[in-house]
């Protein structure tokens, strides 16, 4: 490989992380604060509107991919990044730096969205007698378990809402895939696929899905005073939605390259029609 192009290959590469970390950015400028409208406003604009707070997240998803899906491929999450590597062909030495990447993106979404709500925060947490250190308003940056969840329970929730999102990206995204979207619809499916998770099953734990989204904000939260209850958090939640999104992927991926992409008929076409070539050449 020449030197110019080790070079070009050098910069494409730095292009890729500062891509996802721009991905993540955006999900969370646009995700947290859509959570702060819902936490610290009274009376919450969202009141008996819940599905508002899921399409926010859902179409910050789907701005992302429209942002930086040609340069990345806006994976915006390791659980995708480690699936994709897994079974879709990525490369792996690129895993770790996506990786670093996209939790740098989720600490400066987190920082943009403190500089808008500082004052705000600050408000909600003197009005009902809180403070950063007793965990004060930390629901805005970073999950935890909802109503009669355990930390355990919550870890096998998260490791089946990531299944089911890796489950319907790979479908989306799936070459073979006659029924999926087609042209760049196929990011505004994703966001809906998120949209829907957070309507079905978010409340149990603030629907994380993706080690980025979680530990990302709530390593500023950290610095930003909110100390011990961010990390490690009450019952050492923390590592919970870093490691159980990453099975969870892992297990959604795998499920769909078992259980569909073998039988899909244009995938099944297209081996016949290789076999075909590869009888012919051997003819000749």
């Not at 915006?76 to 996506?98: D, E, I, M």
């Not at 978010?202 to 100390?227: H, I, K, S, T």
Request: with cysteine; aromatic share 12%; proline share 6%.
């Amino acid at each position: 490989m020449s030197t110019i192009t080790q070079q070009l290959a050098r910069r494409q590469f730095i292009g890729e992380l500062i891509s996802e970390a721009i991905a993540v950015l955006i999900i969370i400028a646009f995700g947290d604060s859509v959570a702060c409208m819902y936490v610290l406003y009274d009376p919450s604009p969202y009141v008996n509107a819940y599905w508002g707070v899921c399409m926010a997240w859902g179409l910050a998803v789907t701005i992302a991919i429209y942002v930086t899906g040609s340069i990345s491929g806006t994976h915006a999450n390791p659980a995708v990044t480690l699936a994709l590597a897994l079974f879709r062909g990525f490369s792996w030495r690129k895993v770790l730096p996506y990786w670093v990447a996209q939790v740098i993106g989720g600490v400066l979404g987190a920082v943009l969205v403190y500089t808008l709500y500082a004052p705000v925060i600050d408000h909600f947490n003197t009005l009902h007698h809180l403070t950063r250190a007793d965990g004060g308003a930390a629901g805005v940056f970073f999950t935890h378990p909802g109503l009669a969840i355990t930390p355990m329970h919550a870890f096998s929730d998260e490791v089946i809402l990531t299944a089911l999102l890796l489950f319907g990206i790979f479908a989306i995204t799936e070459q073979f895939n006659e029924m999926a979207p087609k042209a760049n619809v196929g990011a505004l499916m994703i966001g809906f696929l998120v949209a829907t998770l957070g309507a079905s099953m978010g409340y149990l734990e603030a629907w994380a899905m993706n080690p980025a989204r979680d530990f990302g904000p709530r390593l500023f939260a950290y610095f930003a005073g909110w100390g011990s209850s961010a990390l490690p958090s009450p019952d050492n939640f923390w590592w919970i939605p870093i490691v159980a999104p990453l099975i969870g992927g892992v297990i959604g991926g795998g499920a769909y390259q078992l259980l569909i992409h073998p039988f899909l008929p244009a995938r099944v076409r297209a081996l016949q029609g290789e076999k075909t070539i590869e009888a012919r050449a051997e003819q000749i």
